[in-house]
């Protein structure tokens, strides 16, 4: 049964650093596109950030562009996210996910999904 599960949340503070893993079993992902998404209190569920299977291509939201970067280790199947600059607007649970598309790919493609992690701002 393929399985996502997330980790590194915490609570930050504005400035601060946090860097989220996504851990990926029952199946291989390495041919795989992957995502992040986070869901704020009392928002719909966004898209942060992209990859395609290899790692060569990357997208990014423009809220989190320059601030975070996405990636993979495909021997590890594991899923990146490191988070720099954080801002109390980034306050969200987190989740990854993944899809059969090798590239990138819109939300509605994506047919894996982790539980989330909590990432929130204690300032």
């Known amino acids: 049964q393929a399985q996502l599960v997330e980790s590194g949340g915490g609570l930050v503070q504005a400035g601060d650093s946090l860097r989220l893993s996504c851990a990926a079993s029952g199946r291989t992902f390495s041919s795989y596109g992957m995502g992040w998404f986070r869901q704020a209190p009392g928002k719909e569920r966004e898209f942060v950030a992209a990859i395609s299977w290899s790692g060569g291509s990357t997208r990014y939201a423009d809220s989190v562009k320059g601030r975070f970067t996405i990636s993979r280790d495909n021997a590890k199947n594991t899923l990146y996210l490191q988070m720099n600059s954080l801002k109390p607007e980034d306050t969200a649970i987190y989740y990854c996910?993944?899809?059969?598309?090798?590239?990138?790919?819109?939300?509605?493609?994506?047919?894996?999904w982790g539980q989330g992690t909590q990432v929130t701002d204690s300032s």
């Open positions: 996910a993944a899809t059969t598309i090798a590239t990138i790919a819109p939300e509605y493609k994506y047919d894996y």
